[in-house]
C-alpha cells in the first residue's frame, strides 16, 4: 500500500480505513488508473455453493438445508445460483426443459480430465459440442463458444479453487484480462474427490470483499452472505473457510 502507515494496514474493515482516511478511496482509484489497467465496473459472481460446495461432501446433505440455503442466498443480491449438476453429460437434453441455463466446464489437465470425466480433453470437446448444440436450441448455454471461434474475455468466466491460497490474486488477473464473471461458493465450500489435496472454492465472502474494496458492483450484499456461510457451517458442523468471515468473528 505504498507510503500508508503501518497501522493502517492491520486487520481493519475497508469502510472503517474509508471513514479514517478519507483519502484513501481516492489513492486506491488513482492507483488503478497508474497501474494501466481496466477492471470492470460490474462484476457477476455466480453462487455455486449448492452444486460444487455440497457435491463433495462425504454426507448426504438434508433437502430442506439445501434448500434453506438457496432460499438465503437468493436474498443476497446475487443474480446466479448453481442449485445442481449433472453427473453424466449425456443427461442435460432430456432434463433442459427444467433449467434456465447450462453451464459446460473442461479441463486444462489431460489427468484431471480423464479422472474426472473419463475422457481425454480433446474427446470433451467433441461431447461438450453436441451437449451444447442441443441445449442451445432452448436456454442459453454459458461461456459456451465453437472450437474454431476465437473467445472474448468478456464471455468467459473464471472458476478458481484456493488449494494454494492463489485464487484471488488469479481472479484480479481474470479481471485485468477483460473476464467479469467470477464461479465462488459461499464459506469455500467445496473440493474435488478427483483432486486428491485440493481445497473448496474460492469464498463468495471473500471476493465480494475484494470486489467491492475496488469499487467494483456486484449488487450483493455480503453480510447477507456471511450469514449464509453461517447457517450452512453450523448444518454442517465446521469452520467456515472465508477469512473474511472469521475476521469478522462469525460461524463456529
Keep these: ?36 489497467h481496466e477492471y470492470p465496473k460490474f462484476v457477476k459472481v455466480v453462487e455455486v455453493g449448492p452444486r460444487d460446495g455440497l457435491q463433495n461432501e462425504k454426507e448426504i446433505v438434508p433437502t430442506g438445508v439445501k434448500i434453506q440455503l438457496i432460499d438465503m442466498l437468493s436474498g443476497t443480491g446475487l443474480s446466479v445460483i448453481e442449485a445442481t449438476s449433472f453427473v ?21 489437465s489431460e489427468t484431471f480430465s480423464k479422472k474426472n470425466i473419463n475422457c481425454s480433453i480433446d474427446e470433451s470437446m467433441l461431447r461438450f459440442e453436441d451437449v451444447i448444440n442441443t441445449a442451445k436450441a432452448q436456454i442459453p448455454v454459458r461461456d459456451a463458444a465453437d472450437c474454431d471461434e476465437e473467445v472474448p474475455a468478456d464471455a468467459l468466466a473464471v472458476h478458481c479453487h484456493d488449494t494454494y491460497g492463489q485464487a484471488l490474486p488469479n481472479i484480479l488477473t481474470a479481471l485485468q484480462m477483460g473476464v467479469c464473471v467470477v464461479d465462488s461458493a459461499v464459506a469455500g465450500l467445496g473440493g474435488c474427490p478427483y483432486a ?6 474460492v ?11 475496488m469499487g467494483i458492483e456486484t449488487g450483493a450484499n455480503l453480510a447477507k452472505v456471511i450469514e449464509a456461510g453461517d447457517f ?3 448444518a454442517l458442523c465446521r469452520k467456515t473457510n472465508s477469512k473474511v468471515a472469521r475476521a469478522r468473528g462469525r460461524t463456529l
Design 1 to 36: 500500500m505504498g507510503n500508508v502507515p503501518t497501522t493502517v494496514k492491520h486487520c481493519l474493515s475497508y469502510e472503517q480505513l474509508i471513514q479514517d482516511y478519507p483519502w484513501l478511496r481516492r489513492w486506491l482509484l488513482e492507483e488503478k488508473t497508474i497501474t494501466g
Design 88 to 108: 453424466s453429460s449425456k443427461w442435460v437434453p432430456q432434463v433442459a426443459a427444467g433449467a434456465t441455463e447450462v453451464a459446460v466446464f473442461g479441463s486444462a
Design 196 to 201: 486428491p489435496g485440493s481445497s473448496g472454492n
Design 203 to 213: 469464498s463468495t465472502e471473500d471476493v465480494l470483499y475484494m470486489l467491492h474494496g
Design 232 to 234: 450452512i457451517c453450523n
